[in-house]
């Protein structure tokens, strides 16, 4: 199941209750908070009738899904259990080839279990991919994936989401748990960044006192 976001009516206004440091760093909202939430309903909805009776395990990865999976739990409405693991980047290299170092592995074994692997964003797919081959050596009963977003076109590894809620264009997006250097996760819809930002250089931290 998917959902163009051209199938969204644009342009809508930016919300008033958003700080003007991300008012400025915005160039426009793609996708509004309830536009979100009803697709959101949708997948959960999906879910609950595919995996009634399967007790299935919801795998995220910190810290993009945290609102995705928060929403997406509430909207799911049979016995579930929720884990979360976090990565980090070996290197550059490393990055380009998808693996990853786990700094945190799941508590819960997965093995003989229905996994929904939720994700925020698939892009090229490479660290999915190599996720995915390090729970399948676990012998899940099932693994599928349900992806917030998809932009197919990047992909570098055939990687296919059995819930998709919506497919992206080629645009650098933040909000709804998405950052951009760990800032813009907490606005509860998506925007896209303007482009100069993403150029621009680290600034320092500021002075502590
Ligand atoms: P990939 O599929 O391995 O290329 O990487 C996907 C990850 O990159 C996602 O889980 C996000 O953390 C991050 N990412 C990809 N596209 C975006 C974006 O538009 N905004 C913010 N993060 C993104
Ligand atoms: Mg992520």
């Known amino acids: 199941m998917t959902f163009q976001t051209s199938q969204t009516p644009t342009p809508k206004k930016i919300p008033e209750n958003i700080p003007d440091e ?8 793609l996708i509004d908070e309830n536009t979100l939430q009803n697709r959101i309903q949708e997948m959960g909805r999906a879910i609950s009738r595919d995996y009634a009776a399967h007790n ?16 997406l739990l509430r909207y799911t409405t049979i016995p579930l259990e929720v884990d979360f693991m976090a990565v980090s980047n070996y290197s550059q290299e490393s990055r380009d080839q998808g693996v990853v170092r786990i ?9 003989g279990r229905h996994v929904v692997f939720v994700e925020d964003i698939i892009d090229t797919g490479l660290t999915l991919g190599y996720l995915l081959k390090m729970l399948r050596s676990r012998h899940p009963a099932s693994l599928e994936v349900a992806a917030l977003f998809d ?9 296919q989401a059995r819930y998709v809620g919506f497919h992206l264009p ?19 819809f998506v925007a896209v960044l303007n482009p100069g930002i993403l150029n621009q250089q680290r600034t320092p931290p500021p002075p502590s006192f």
């Open 22 to 29: 991300y008012r400025q760093a915005i160039s426009r909202l």
């Open 56 to 71: 299935p395990v919801f795998v995220g990865v910190l810290k993009g899904v945290l609102f995705f999976m928060a929403d």
């Open 103 to 111: 700094t945190k592995d799941l508590d819960i074994c997965i093995e």
């Open 151 to 159: 932009r197919p076109n990047r992909r570098l590894v055939n990687i």
């Open 170 to 188: 080629d645009l650098f997006v933040v909000g709804y748990g998405l950052d951009f250097r760990e800032q813009f996760r907490n606005m509860p």
